[in-house]
């Protein structure tokens, strides 16, 4: 195909909310597919270009160059620059990456071109987009890169963002040498506010380090044991709740300073000057954000406008919040008048940031979320992306209105398909139901319709302009499109319960079929004329993946060809195909090529082969001859096969497996789908890999690729080719974009071109009449609406509540009972409809069978019923049972069967589920019980609530006892090396210092003496315990690791052996009360015995022993633990039986003739032995004579009766002692229990005190265990804190060599470019020298005026560079960054620099008198002159560049070098720290009460600021503290006696005046008394209780007269109430009366009030002079009055006074 043409790029449809960026101040471009599509914004106009590459990944735009760029999506992938317009490549980046490029950046001023590279080598590379030229680049150290910017106000400077970094970096360069400088941020975490600098790393000191004089400060690295690059990104932050933000989009800033947006809804600011971070905004401070009271919304504008996805709900709403919440600041852009910021709440916000309180001065809702934001060049329009596929324009001179760009791509496109007549319109359904009609001509959408249902497939009718379309409900709905001006639904298809997966008309459009995932296939009258009749179906085995179908004669029978999977899983490919012939008469005689009612197609009518495919397929296209290509799973190739002229004679022979004929070059990635032309020469293919291969027939082996879509986004869904072969349509998986792709042929491709347009004209000329005809019958359809078809109703039953079966009804009526038709379920497919049709029709046909039947059914239920009432009164023994009455025997034993074999799977289930219970219980028991050495158990006392357990121990492992005997072994010979040291080296010590320090530490301990370590200095009682050895070292010679590790496995094994001693001691006593039970029951049986001869209920105390104490009991069910039945078979059943039988006759044969057991009853009553308890319990016989009267007895009877009573008192004295005798006996057994059980309580009191000390000993080694273990790690630690100073010492040393390097080469390019500099200023001055030598033949004075006018410039030249490099004069107010000034390097300063000198050189400048050829020479060497100039201003940027850039490196070789050094001493800092660590030891002592004097303050004490002292220098101290105390508490005692005598003295000096007051007080009171009557009769009468019970009487009487007064004033009070009741219903009557007169009276006073009014003024005015003397005559006799009143009281008071005086000892006595 290659020969025929190239396949271009026609146009695209798609947006998937990707970047959408200006390229000039009207053109807007974004990604579209594998092509970039360019929108003029102001006419509307669309152009699409494709990659010339495998698919397009990063893209940015330059919108000041008009650049665009974009990468590759394949291995090794190359970055393209193109200029627009006119899309022309200016370079080519290669050799940046190996998989892929995560973002692209323009220089705002410079050729340069940044790119981020993602896996695996994550590195930021620099550009020269002009040459393609890779000029620096440098590890982003293993940190995904999201966005890269430069700062358009400093080139030198871009920032990096990734969920991980924010990351400014400097570019350096020195003429063509470059260098990437990074500058990075720590960031802050998501709940962190405020400014964030560096932190420095460093932990906290250990809880355990606190008791040493010094701290060890680890990095958190060292801590975790990293070595390596993983060191410089490690984070000890191990709490998932408290994490990092993560940046997601950044701005710059006028300043140079970085706004960045978080995903978390956090806003950054970054100083990069500073280098300090802030937290401008953070959604969890709850801080109040201003918000405005204008909110537009996208609701605002037309609906026609917008497009949104059923079934979708809008983010944002008029009235939601404008709070800054998560994921609202994906997208920033910065504007002069703030922060515009979208996220995925689709409200668009403009922040104001100025004030230090981020601030919402503007907003807009677009009600989708916004993933893009672009200003244009002139920053007056935005441009708002959406994944929804919506693409606005915001009017920055409008604020808060936007215009919709592009709102009709919503969704992924899943089919297109071309409209009849196959070359001027296409139709494509999005999944979710939007079809759209689309031109193909000019690629506008010519219309479109919902249909609100989730769509899977599509087929266009070449009959007809009718369209399918299947959705995943299992509906075809049925689109008129002949008037595109009003598309709609005519009918809808219910065929399939799932997803409808294909949809394909033939090529004349008279069959439709249609597949899915139930196994049918179904073919419909494709013909409006016909109804869309449903024909027929036939079944398919497995999944249909694939319809194909082949008309090879005109109107005659279509091969159709069908692929399915049987797997499970269907994406491996088909399995199995199935290939039938529609025949041409199918509609017109429908009924004879059906099989049965559910109207499946007979196969032997349609000739249906079902056959297999040797290798996994996808895809089919069947062409004319029987062949078709499928496209293989496995090997990724296409198959031509050929169908088998019969059908193989069994389904799966070797004859049913199809073979390729041919193989050919197929796809990269499985799967795909196959499509063939309409003139049977071309064959199409799409994959996931993203490519369409478009082949010839006859030349399969070299195809045309086309890249068309991503196959990172599912690749090609779908490829389509019209009717001419001309256009290839293709969709993408998830990508949602429509490409349309045209021919570009060459010579020898226009004459295959035309046989294709040649059969589809014919074919068209064929179908024009058919189509003619259809679409009017089509137009007149109705439109179909939900409510036109509506399900059958249901039944009755249906529609009712739970009420009583109509088998039940007829029962109890005795009625024959009418099976009812099933009713359809609502929204019933077409199988069920002729399932119900076929169940009618059968009911029809044997309905008076059926009836008869049931009537027979009734009356032999009727005599059956009979039978049971008169069974139910016959006696028990003649009642037959029900099963007996069962007429239906095979059904009873079908049930039967089917019950037992219910049983059967259950028993298998409950046997499956125990053995799984066994296993596991068996795991359990072998890891928890049977490995142990020593069971866990325990003890319980007999009398109190005390329980000791023991230890449970595991046997050592083989390693565990090789170390051991291993470390043991290399201590003995330490031990005896250190002996024979001591023997033969060391010289004993000679004098009596060592006896006196002997004798100090005799003091300390009494065993001192005998050259071994004391408990105290041990640090534990293992030894009292047990673990004693004396292989231990000392805890002052613990000095190496490998003496740790030793004294760390010794321990273990004191543990071991501690544990072990107490388990003997456990056993012992466990033993003993095992013992003691045995004893108890020994006791307990005899108690019972007494028990029971003294008739006694009292309970008897038998301990056992529980789970606790014999664990082992859990191991062992018993049949008392078993609540339920135990199931016996048939075979134990019978075994039980036989051994009851034997055991019977066995006791029948020794019940026989036995001589010893006959002789024995004969001769001794059956006992041997007469016992006396036996004896006691008979009675003496009663006499015969004592039933008479005892009158009537004669004198021997009455002899007799007395000896009778004498036996019988004889009997009872027995009796008595014998009783006594055993009370005192079980008394005596009960009180040895109860000591001999207090005994073993005592004795378990014991060993549970002990098992508390053995505790403790066990945590002592434990902690020194663990305290070793700890010096073990931190030495760890250090050696990994060791290791990376190494590793950066020696990566720094290789880094200074390289500085070094860079320095020498720097400073040559300097020197070279500094002479090549000072040369070109020496040639500029020497221009200027040598301007009058030129003028030779022009006289001095025109000569010195040229000299002026040569050295004048442009004067606009310093303005216009000063200009902004904007293309419209509103970009300068509007635009943030202000005015950019050209640098003297750009080629647009030159341009200027020409410009100026153009008008310089005109004539009009020229001086009088100078020649024309003259001035022409002067303008040229001026224009040399300028050029020299800016040649050296370049030249001198340049230098001074170079000379940064050298100055730059040595800075670095300085630091770099400064970092050696603080490494080294860091190093060996840290190695003097260690050889602290190991010489200051942790040593771990054993003090007794009173001899540690550090106050304990918390849990954890802490001694480091304490020190260890001998304790006789605290005995000193306390003997002379005490000593000192005594003296003092003697003095004190002698001043305290000497105060205690003072004390009393004030006391009784004290006591005496108080005496004398109270005698004083007494002699007043006496004096005072008035001696009244009532106190002169208490004096003289002695009788004072009766003359109490008289005062008392007196009293009763008075209270009584005083009651019966009471009584009489409350009748006469009641008398009167009744009376001023009366009154007062009086007055309310005279009221009333008065109430009615006072309205007549008012009336009258406002009728005189009007009159007196009216003649005011004729009145005297005389009398109202007269009037106002009256009333203030009154008002001072009024003043006068209470003048004279208050004189009056005042005169009483004095009366009052001086009456008081004369009764002065009342006064006093109140007082």
């Known amino acids: 195909m290659d020969s025929i043409g190239t396949l271009d790029l026609a146009w695209a449809q798609g947006y998937s909310g990707s970047d959408a960026l200006f390229i000039n101040r009207n053109t807007l471009c974004y990604v579209c597919g594998n092509g970039i599509k360019f929108i003029d914004i102001t006419t509307g106009r669309e152009e699409i270009y494709s990659s010339p590459g495998m698919g397009i990944g990063a893209f940015t735009v330059s919108g000041s160059t008009h650049l665009v760029a974009f990468s590759e999506n394949c291995l090794n992938p190359r970055i393209f620059v193109f200029s627009y317009p006119g899309f022309t490549q200016k370079s080519v980046c290669q050799g940046g990456t190996k998989m892929e490029y995560s973002a692209l950046a323009f220089s705002h001023t410079h050729p340069y071109l940044a790119s981020c ?67 990075k941020t720590r960031l802050p975490y998501g709940d962190e506010t405020g400014s964030q600098t560096t932190i420095k790393d460093g932990l906290p000191d250990r809880p355990g380090s606190r008791m040493e004089p010094f701290s060890i400060n680890v990095d958190k690295a060292a801590v975790a044991g990293l070595v390596g690059e993983h060191v410089e990104a490690f984070d000890a932050n191990f709490d998932e709740n408290h994490k990092k933000v993560e940046p997601a989009s950044l701005c710059w800033t006028a300043t140079g300073d970085i706004y960045c947006g978080c995903q978390g809804g956090q806003l950054l600011k970054y100083n990069t000057e500073t280098q300090v971070i802030s937290v401008l905004y953070n959604p969890g401070d709850n801080k109040a954000v201003g918000f405005v009271s204008r909110v537009t919304t996208a609701d605002e504008f037309p609906q026609k406008l917008f497009t949104v996805p059923d079934g979708e709900e809008t983010k944002a709403s008029p009235g939601k919040s404008l709070a800054i919440r998560e994921g609202t600041l994906n997208c920033l852009a910065l504007h002069r008048e703030g922060l515009f910021a979208g996220g995925d709440d689709g409200i668009l916000r403009c922040l104001d940031v100025n004030h230090g309180v981020v601030q919402v001065s503007d907003s807009w809702n677009s009600g989708a979320a916004i993933s893009s934001l672009g200003w244009s060049p002139g920053y007056t329009k935005l441009a708002i992306g959406s994944p929804k596929g919506c693409l606005y324009l915001y009017d920055y001179t409008n604020p808060g209105t936007a215009q919709p760009l592009i709102d009709t791509h919503n969704g992924d496109f899943i089919a297109v398909a071309m409209m009849a007549p196959g070359t001027q319109h296409c139709v494509s359904v999005r999944d979710n139901g939007e079809v759209q009609v689309w031109s193909m001509e000019d690629n506008k959408l010519a219309c479109s319709l919902s249909l609100k249902k989730p769509a899977s497939c599509l087929a266009s009718s070449p009959s007809s302009h009718t369209v399918a379309v299947g959705t995943l409900t299992g509906h075809v709905f049925l689109l008129d499109l002949s008037n595109l001006e009003n598309p709609r639904v005519v009918q809808r298809l219910h065929m399939h319960q799932s997803p409808v997966q294909q949809l394909v008309f033939d090529e004349e459009g008279r069959y439709l079929l249609t597949g899915a995932d139930d196994g049918h296939v179904f073919v419909v009258d ?19 993946q694939t319809i194909c179908s082949n008309t090879e004669e005109k109107h005659g029978a279509v091969k159709v060809l069908v692929t399915s999977s049987t797997t499970s899983d269907a994406g491996p490919g088909a399995n199995k195909c199935a290939q039938f012939d529609i025949p041409s008469n199918l509609a017109q005689d429908v009924d004879s090529f059906l099989a049965s009612a559910k109207c499946d197609l007979k196969e032997g009518a349609i000739n249906k082969m079902n056959l297999n495919f040797s290798v996994p397929s996808c895809g089919a296209a069947l062409t004319t001859g029987g062949v078709f290509f499928t496209l293989s799973y496995d090997t990724k190739q296409l198959h031509k096969l050929t169908l088998p002229e019969e059908a193989p004679k ?28 309409h003139h049977q020469k071309w064959l199409a293919s799409a994959a996931p890999d993203g490519h369409v291969q478009v082949r010839g027939v006859g030349a399969l082996d070299r195809p045309m690729v086309v890249s068309a879509h991503s196959f990172l986004k599912g690749g090609v869904r779908q490829v389509c080719l019209s009717t001419d072969a001309q256009s290839i349509l293709t969709c993408g998986t998830q990508d949602g974009v429509l490409s349309c792709y045209t021919w570009n042929f060459s010579n020898t491709g226009r004459s295959k071109a035309t046989s294709a347009i040649e059969a589809a004209r014919s074919h068209n000329a064929m179908l024009h009449a058919i189509r003619k005809r259809e679409d009017e019958v089509l137009s007149a359809m109705p439109e179909w609406s939900e409510g036109t078809s509506t399900p059958m109703s249901r ?41 119900m049709e076929a169940l009618r029709e059968e009911d029809n046909q044997y309905a008076e069978l059926k009836t008869g039947l049931r009537g027979d059914i009734r009356e032999l239920r009727r005599t059956i019923q009979s039978m049971m009432k008169e069974n139910e009164g016959l006696p028990d023994i003649e009642q037959l049972g029900h099963d007996e009455f069962n007429l239906d025997s095979e059904e009873q034993q079908r049930l039967q069967a089917m019950g037992e074999a219910k049983v059967q799977e259950m028993r298998v289930n409950m046997e499956l589920d125990d053995l799984s219970k066994t296993y596991l219980r068996e795991v359990i028991k072998n890891e928890c019980w049977d490995s142990m050495l020593v069971k866990g158990r325990s003890i319980k006392a007999f009398h109190m609530n005390l329980e000791v357990g023991n230890y449970p121990m595991r046997d050592k492992t083989k390693k565990e006892v090789d170390e051991l005997a291993f470390v043991t072994k290399m201590r003995s010979i330490e031990v005896a090396e250190m002996a024979a040291r001591k023997e033969i080296v060391e010289v004993q010590p000679k004098g009596n210092s060592t006896k006196a320090s002997d004798a100090e530490f005799a003091d300390d301990e009494s065993e001192e003496g005998d050259g071994k370590e004391q408990p105290s200095t041990i640090g534990s009682l293992g030894a009292q315990y047990g673990g004693g050895s004396d292989l231990f070292y000392s805890q002052f010679e613990l000095h190496t690791r490998q003496q740790k590790r030793n004294q760390i496995l010794l321990l273990q094994d004191a543990i071991y052996r501690i544990k072990m001693a107490f388990n003997r001691e456990f056993d012992e006593i466990f033993r003993a009360r095992e013992q003691e039970i045995g004893r108890i029951n020994d006791r307990n049986l005899r108690i019972m015995k007494i028990m029971e001869d003294l008739s006694s209920k009292e309970k008897v105390w038998k301990p056992q022993m529980d789970d606790d104490e014999k664990p082992e009991k859990l191991l062992t069910v018993e049949d008392s633990e078993v609540k339920v039945e135990k199931f016996i078979t048939a075979e134990q059943r019978a075994k039980m039986e036989e051994e009851e039988a034997k055991e019977e006759e066995r006791k029948l044969r020794e019940k026989g003739d036995n001589a010893r057991d006959r002789a024995l009853d004969m001769m001794m009553g059956g006992v041997l032995e007469i016992k006396k308890e036996d004896e006691l319990k008979k009675d003496v016989p009663v006499p015969t004579f004592m039933a008479k009267d005892p009158e009537e007895w004669s004198e021997e009877e009455q002899k007799a009766h007395k000896e009778y009573e004498r036996k019988v008192k004889e009997l009872n004295e027995e009796r008595e002692k014998y009783r006594k005798t055993l009370e005192a006996e079980m008394k005596k057994i009960q009180t040895i229990i109860a000591d001999t059980t207090s005994n073993f309580d005592d004795r378990l009191v014991d060993r549970f005190h002990k098992k508390i000390k053995t505790e403790m000993v066990i945590y002592q080694e434990e902690l020194k265990i663990l305290r070793l273990n700890r010096e073990l790690l931190i030495e760890e630690e250090l050696d990994a804190q060791e290791n990376e100073l190494n590793r950066q010492l020696d990566s720094k040393r290789a880094l200074k060599q390289e500085t070094v390097q860079a320095v020498l080469k720097a400073k040559r390019v300097v020197d070279s470019y500094r002479d090549t500099y000072d040369i070109r200023v020496a040639e500029d001055k020497v221009l200027e020298k040598n301007f009058r030598k030129e003028f030779p033949d022009v006289h001095a004075i025109y000569v010195d005026q040229l000299f002026k006018l040569y050295r004048r410039r442009p004067r606009g030249q310093r303005r216009d560079q000063k200009g902004s490099i904007s293309e419209t004069p509103v970009g300068g107010m509007t635009n943030p960054y202000g005015e950019r000034p050209l640098s003297a390097r750009q080629s647009n300063t030159t341009v200027v620099l020409m410009k100026g000198l153009d008008e310089l050189d005109n004539e009009s400048h020229c001086p009088e008198g100078v020649e024309p050829h003259v001035w022409t020479r002067m303008c040229s060497l001026r224009r040399t002159k300028a050029l020299s100039e800016q040649e050296v201003k370049v030249q001198a940027l340049t230098l001074a560049d170079m000379n940064a850039f050298q100055q730059h490196r040595q800075e670095e070789d300085d630091r770099l070098k400064n970092e050696i050094e603080d490494t080294v001493e860091a190093l060996n800092r840290l190695r003097d720290e260690r050889f602290k660590f190991n010489c200051n030891l942790d040593v771990q002592f054993l003090l007794k009460q009173g001899q540690v004097e550090v106050d304990s303050g918390p849990f954890i004490h802490n001694f480091s600021d304490s020190i260890l002292i001998h304790r006789g220098v605290v005995e000193d101290l306390n003997g002379s503290i005490r000593q000192l105390g005594e003296q003092k508490i003697a003095a004190m005692t002698e001043s305290k006696d000497f105060r205690k005598g003072i004390h009393i003295l004030e006391w009784e000096h004290k006591k005496m005046v108080m005496q004398i007051e109270d005698l004083l007080n007494k002699a007043r009171t006496i004096q005072m008394l008035k001696v009244s009557r009532d106190l002169q ?124 005086r004369t009764f002065p000892a009342l006064v006093q006595v109140e007082r």
């Open 650 to 677: 069994k389904a799966n022979n070797k004859a049913s497996y199809l073979q390729p004929q041919g193989e050919f070059q197929g796809h990269e990635l499985p799967g795909g789908i196959l499509t063939m032309s």
């Open 1577 to 1700: 009769n208490f004096l003289h009468n002695e009788d004072h209780e009766a003359r109490r019970q008289q005062e008392i009487s007196t009293l009763e009487s008075t209270l009584e007269n005083q009651r019966a007064h009471h009584e009489k004033n409350c009748e006469e009070r009641k008398k009167i109430v009744k009376k001023l009741r009366q009154t007062i219903r009086g007055k309310e009557k005279n009221n009333a009366t008065l109430d009615k007169d006072l309205e007549e009276m008012n009336v009258s006073v406002a009728e005189r009030k009007h009159i007196n009014e009216v003649n005011a003024a004729m009145r005297n005015v005389g009398g109202s002079a007269q009037r106002m003397r009256d009333i203030v005559q009154r008002r001072k006799l009024v003043d006068l009055a209470k003048a004279q009143a208050q004189e009056v009281a005042v005169l009483r008071a004095e009366v009052e006074r001086l009456r008081m």
């Open 117 to 183: 590279s993602a896996i695996p080598d994550f590195m930021l590379s620099l550009w020269n987009w002009e040459t393609g030229e890779l000029l620096c680049s440098k590890s982003m150290w293993g940190l995904q890169a999201t966005n890269i910017s430069f700062n358009p106000t400093d080139w030198h400077r871009l920032s990096v963002i990734g969920p991980d970094q924010l990351t400014v970096w400097t570019i350096e360069q020195a003429d063509k040498l470059f260098s990437l400088i990074p500058s």
């Open 526 to 544: 494709a013909r409006p004329s016909s109804g869309f009749k449903i024909l027929g179906q036939t079944p398919i085995e497995g999944l249909v």
């Open 795 to 835: 039944s009755v039953s249906d529609m009712q509540g739970p009420q009583k079966t109509g088998v039940e009804l007829a029962i109890e009526r005795d009625e024959i009972y009418m099976t009812p038709t099933p009713t359809l379920k609502a929204d019933p497919t077409w199988m069920e409809v002729k399932e």
